[in-house]
């Protein structure tokens, strides 16, 4: 079995910058999808200018973001300033939105900080038409351990509501057997409990996911060089939930291609935006890749493996830094 590893490109400057020559597109440019009409654009997420030559008189259903909220947590930047920045996003999100739509915002609490940014990105929110909705925990399996606090298993997910947009309860069971009994109720005369009275077998999704896989290294989804990445199923949910089949996905950071290829399966058209070329190759790579091999992500390899063993320069620097031999 073949095993050729990457490194997190977000924390090695050198290792981005090698790569950057393996990119189709730059900042400005507009990847378009010939067979599905997606839209990969390596874009500022908070310039309406830029946003417009993507969208033209489009607008989405759904809007999906993931932001790099460790900004806050790595010390990178304050709350102030990623809630500032967040605004720019948030309000361009909602030109290219229908009237009855739906945002959702996966967005982290840091423990050891006042739990910025989270309280202050809520606030924000307050006033900008978005209407609050529900506040999802999806529980990581495998949590960050700690000796000196409990450990962190969860992650947020924010969903906000313009208009009346649409909620198809029919996609929000999941594949959990409903054996939990409890919650006791009265009927007819006769007490009864949960599962007497469900008319599913299974476990309705609730706002605490407990059956959705943290993605790490050893899942066929994982894209090897990039972090936090969001576990497919958990995207898939939300695109079932609040769009239908043909409608205007869009995600303003793109990372590892995740929003974009749960459109291309769930048959939803995805336009997708990154500032960094790298992320933008990884997302095309992604959707090409799948409809290729049929592969979800690259479980034993890296996006760019051919490019990797073709350069002797990168080989070497790989070698030398991390000891990975390809």
């Known amino acids: 079995m073949k095993?050729?590893?990457?490194?997190?490109?977000?924390?090695?400057?050198?290792?981005?910058?090698m790569l950057l020559k393996y990119c189709r597109i730059s900042y400005g440019d507009i990847?378009?999808?010939?067979?599905?009409?997606?839209?990969?654009?390596c874009l500022d997420s908070n310039n309406l200018i830029d946003l417009k030559k993507m969208f033209g008189h489009k607008k989405a259903t759904l809007a999906l973001h993931?932001?790099?909220?460790?900004?806050?947590?790595?010390?990178?930047?304050?709350?102030?300033?990623?809630?500032?920045?967040?605004?720019?996003?948030?309000?361009?999100?909602?030109?290219?939105?229908?009237?009855?739509?739906?945002?959702?915002?996966?967005?982290?609490?840091?423990?050891?900080?006042?739990f910025q940014p989270f309280a202050e990105f809520i606030l924000m929110l307050k006033n900008t038409g978005f209407k609050s909705r529900s506040f999802i925990t999806m529980r990581n399996q495998r949590g960050y351990?700690?000796?000196?606090?409990?450990?962190?298993?969860?992650?947020?997910?924010?969903?906000?509501?313009?208009?009346?947009?649409?909620?198809?309860?029919?996609?929000?069971?999941?594949?959990?057997?409903?054996?939990?009994?409890?919650y006791y109720k009265e009927v007819a005369g006769k007490k009864t409990e949960n599962l007497e009275r469900s008319k599913s077998d299974n476990i309705r999704s609730g706002n605490v996911w407990i059956d959705i896989q943290q993605v790490f290294h050893l899942l066929d989804e994982n894209v090897n060089g990039c972090f936090a990445q969001k576990p497919l199923k958990a995207i898939k949910r939300v695109i079932d939930v609040s769009s239908s089949k043909g409608d205007l996905v869009?995600?303003?950071?793109?990372?590892?291609?995740?929003?974009?290829?749960?459109?291309?399966?769930?048959?939803?058209?995805?336009?997708?935006?990154?500032?960094?070329?790298?992320?933008?190759?990884?997302?095309?790579?992604?959707?090409?890749?799948?409809?290729?091999?049929?592969?979800?992500?690259?479980q034993n390899t890296n996006p760019f493996e051919e490019e990797i063993k073709n350069n002797k320069e990168l080989r070497k620097y790989l070698k030398?830094?991390?000891?990975?031999?390809?």
């Open 145 to 182: 351990g700690t000796q000196q606090n409990w450990m962190s298993i969860r992650q947020e997910l924010l969903y906000y509501t313009l208009g009346n947009p649409e909620f198809n309860i029919e996609s929000v069971y999941t594949d959990i057997p409903k054996v939990v009994k409890g």
């Open 320 to 326: 030398e830094k991390y000891s990975l031999e390809y």
């Open 66 to 114: 993931d932001p790099p909220y460790n900004m806050v947590a790595f010390q990178e930047s304050d709350a102030d300033e990623f809630v500032e920045w967040s605004k720019g996003w948030i309000d361009n999100s909602k030109m290219f939105m229908q009237k009855d739509s739906s945002l959702y915002v996966w967005l982290g609490a840091d423990q050891k900080n006042h």
């Open 250 to 298: 869009i995600d303003f950071f793109a990372h590892s291609g995740t929003t974009l290829l749960a459109s291309e399966i769930l048959e939803r058209q995805c336009y997708t935006t990154d500032i960094d070329p790298i992320y933008c190759e990884i997302s095309i790579r992604r959707l090409e890749n799948f409809r290729n091999t049929g592969n979800l992500g690259w």
């Open 3 to 17: 095993n050729y590893p990457i490194p997190r490109i977000d924390r090695d400057s050198k290792l981005h910058d």
């Open 31 to 41: 990847w378009i999808d010939k067979k599905n009409k997606h839209k990969v654009g």
